[in-house]
């Protein structure tokens, strides 16, 4: 078994009790009977010292352990960091706006195509001219129609411009504006089919500028042509 400290104290008492001497003869009776040999007094201080010292040490808890002589004191791990992967969310691809989605299918409209057109927009004029406001808000397209609170508020307001109409040229595929695919926003929405559809261009005489010009687009449907007020 491995000797605790206690147990080393009291050795160390008993090896200083041994070893003091019994002195010789009595002490002379004028010497107090209170001293004592001074071989005594030294070896009780020291076990009183050590205990002291003893009962210290064991109050304050055993000290940190020291690593064995030869051995090697465990190396350091490193902790990997975390590494944080940032992931690029995919860019929203942007909605088609109406004129893109207008435009699909682009092609060129026959000569065929341009001369219905043209004559579709002056059968359209006549009919304003000759007050006919209602045959004229049937060639319209139904998305244009919507442009106008009601067909009444529609037909006085063209009444009441053509009033000062004198006279008018019509032009299919004008030069003197940008082409069709600038003007697409005006048909609210609409799917303009693009291979078939004209701009068309109505200058009028006796109307002060800038009011003295109309601009459609006349397409093509299944139902047959159809106009949109474009500017």
């Keep these: 078994m491995s000797r605790t400290r206690t147990d080393a104290l009291l050795e160390g008492w008993k090896m200083a009790s041994h070893s003091a001497q019994r002195p010789e ?54 902790t990997a960091t975390p590494t944080l992967t940032t992931t690029q969310a995919p860019s929203a691809t942007p909605a088609p706006s109406p004129t893109e ?23 359209y004029t006549s009919k304003l001219q000759h007050t006919d406001t209602t045959g004229a808000w049937q060639l319209l397209a139904p998305r244009e129609q919507l442009k106008s609170p009601s067909q009444a508020e529609w037909a006085t307001e063209r009444y009441q411009f053509f009033q000062g109409v004198t006279g008018y040229t019509v032009t299919a595929n004008p030069k003197d504006v940008p082409p069709i695919g600038s003007w697409l926003t005006g048909t609210n929405g609409a799917n303009i089919d693009l291979g078939h559809a004209v701009l ?10 800038p009011a003295d010009w109309d601009l459609y687009i006349v397409n093509k449907t299944s139902n047959g042509l159809e106009i949109y007020s474009v500017r």
């Design 101 to 123: 989605k207008s435009s699909a299918g682009v092609g060129t409209p026959s000569a065929a195509d341009v001369a219905a057109a043209k004559a579709f927009v002056e059968t």
């Design 25 to 78: 003869a009595p002490p002379a009776r004028g010497t107090s009977r209170a001293a004592l040999p001074l071989g005594i007094l030294a070896a009780a201080a020291l076990v009183i010292l050590a205990l002291v010292v003893g009962s210290r040490m064991l109050s304050s808890g055993p000290g940190p352990a020291l690593p064995a002589v030869g051995a090697s004191a465990p190396a350091a791990t490193a």
């Design 200 to 209: 068309v261009e109505v200058r009028y005489k006796g109307v002060p500028g």
